[in-house]
């Protein structure tokens, strides 16, 4: 997951952009388990439309247990490119 995260945060803000359709993309970990990687941006104040908040989900099943396990980051990018509360 953090891997992905930080792909995430070395693409610009306009390369963020395309992730307003959230996209599925499913990736095998190193045990061969499959994870479901889910990327969605949209604005972290919708009357503003200007920075742009990313999220990304992790979704697995995790064999054995009868339970799924989601885990989820985020992070704000200003249009300048900056992190916002870092």
């Known amino acids: 997951m953090s891997l992905e995260v930080e792909r995430l945060r070395n693409l610009s803000y ?3 952009l395309q992730f307003r ?3 599925v993309n499913e990736v095998s970990g190193s045990s061969g388990m499959t994870y479901e990687i889910e990327i969605e941006s949209f604005w ?5 439309k200007t920075n742009l908040r990313v999220l990304v ?7 054995g247990w009868r339970r799924r396990l989601k ?5 704000i990018i200003a249009p300048d490119g900056s992190f916002i509360g870092e």
């Not at 885990?71 to 992070?75: A, L, P, R, V, Y």
């Open 44 to 48: 972290d104040n919708p009357r503003k």
């Open 14 to 16: 306009e390369e963020l």
């Open 57 to 63: 989900r992790l979704d697995a099943v995790v064999r």
């Open 21 to 23: 359709d959230a996209q």
């Open 71 to 75: 885990i989820t980051d985020d992070f």
